[in-house]
C-alpha cells in the first residue's frame, strides 16, 4: 500500500507556480514601409528596448527584442508580432502580440528557456509615451506590459 501511493505522488505532475508581472519597456526601433496611401498604411517594425521599472523583481532590466507588422486603415492601427524577453540571469520567453482593431491589446507567451522553460498565459501593453523620431524611420515610446503567466514548478 505504501508502495503504491509513493508511486501515485511520484507520477503527480509537478504543479505549476503562477506570477504576475506589471512593468514599464522603453524601446527604440526601426521601421520598413510598404504602402503609405490615404487607404492603407502598411509596414514592417523591428525594435529593442530593456523594461525601464518594474513591480516584479525578476522582470527588472530585462531586455527585449521584436518583429512583427503594422496597418493602418481608416486611422485604426492593427499589428502582430513576437518578442524574446531576456531576464539579467540569462532565462528567456518568447511571446506574440497582437493589436486589434478594437484596440484590446494582447500578449501570449509561446515558449522559454532557464527558469521560463514551459512558461504559459499572458497579458496586455499599452503605448503610455511615443516621441518625435530622432531619425526618420525610427520609432522610440515606452509602453507598459502587465498580465499572468506560470511555469512549471522545480522538480
Request: glycine residues 14%.
Amino acid at each position: 500500500m505504501t508502495f503504491a501511493l509513493a508511486a501515485t505522488l511520484t507520477a503527480m505532475p509537478a504543479l505549476a507556480a503562477e506570477f504576475s508581472y506589471d512593468f514599464v519597456a522603453c524601446t527604440h526601433g526601426t521601421s520598413k514601409m510598404l504602402e503609405s496611401g490615404p487607404d492603407l498604411v502598411a509596414l514592417g517594425a523591428e525594435s529593442w528596448g530593456i523594461v525601464a521599472n518594474s513591480t516584479t523583481k525578476e522582470w527588472e532590466n530585462a531586455t527585449t527584442h521584436c518583429v512583427g507588422y503594422m496597418r493602418i486603415v481608416g486611422g485604426k492601427p492593427v499589428g502582430k508580432g513576437v518578442c524574446k524577453w531576456v531576464y539579467p540571469t540569462g532565462d528567456t520567453a518568447v511571446g506574440e502580440w497582437e493589436m486589434p482593431a478594437t484596440g484590446e491589446n494582447s500578449f501570449t507567451w509561446l515558449a522559454g528557456a532557464g527558469k521560463l522553460k514551459g512558461i504559459q498565459g499572458g497579458g496586455s501593453f499599452q503605448t503610455i509615451t511615443k516621441a518625435k523620431p530622432v531619425e526618420a524611420g525610427t520609432g522610440q515610446s515606452c509602453r507598459r506590459d502587465w498580465g499572468k503567466y506560470t511555469v512549471p514548478a522545480a522538480g
